[in-house]
């Protein structure tokens, strides 16, 4: 039986929500190997004269544990 863990990851982009889960999946694939799915649990963006700057996301990433 596969053991899966699930961790949170904020990540943030000047360029686009896109960009900012393909962040937070580059800054988890350092540590954590066995990664299987990302979830975009929240979405925020950084306004700045009635222009977006910045996007935020808050993901949740799993991966199978192994022994």
Do not use: P, Q, W
């Amino acid at each position: 039986m596969a053991i899966v863990k699930v961790i949170e990851i904020m990540a943030t982009s000047d360029n686009s929500f896109e960009d900012a889960i393909n962040n937070a999946l580059k800054e988890a694939s350092k540590t954590v190997k066995n990664i299987k799915s990302i979830y975009v649990k929240d979405m925020n963006g950084k306004v700045e004269e009635n222009r977006i700057v910045s996007y935020g996301v808050t993901t949740k990433v799993s991966f199978v544990v192994t022994h």
